[in-house]
Nanobody
């Protein structure tokens, strides 16, 4: 059983920084794309950033220049460094993984983490 486990959320003041981590647990051979999404009450989940295995990251316009996504393929872990945080960044952040393949060639098309709350407030 492969799962995504997030950590690093919390309360931060405007202008502050947080770093989110998401580790894929279980026996894994490869993960094609990993990413972060966020959701606030009453709104649809939205893309924050994604990163394929080659490291060519993609960002939402609202976070470009402030957030940095990275991944460690050996650890099956993705990170989100969030700087210059704004109150509008407050949301539950979800980790996502596409095309997760196990050593026995079992394929998980898409996995989601349980979510971690980020609150930006003074």
């Amino acid at each position: 059983q492969v799962q995504l486990v997030e950590s690093g959320g919390g309360l931060v003041q405007p202008g502050g920084s947080l770093r989110l981590s998401c580790a894929a647990s279980g026996s894994i051979f490869m993960i094609s794309v990993m990413g972060w999404y966020r959701q606030t009450p009453g709104k649809q989940r939205e893309l924050v950033a994604t990163i394929p295995r080659d490291g060519s990251a993609n960002y939402a316009d609202s976070v470009k220049g402030r957030f940095t996504i990275s991944r460690d393929n050996a650890k099956n872990t993705v990170y989100l460094q969030m700087n210059s945080l704004k109150p509008e960044d407050t949301a539950v952040y979800y980790c996502n993984a596409l095309n997760v393949i196990t050593p026995s060639s079992l394929k998980y098309p898409e996995l989601w983490g349980q979510g971690t709350l980020v609150t930006v407030s003074s």
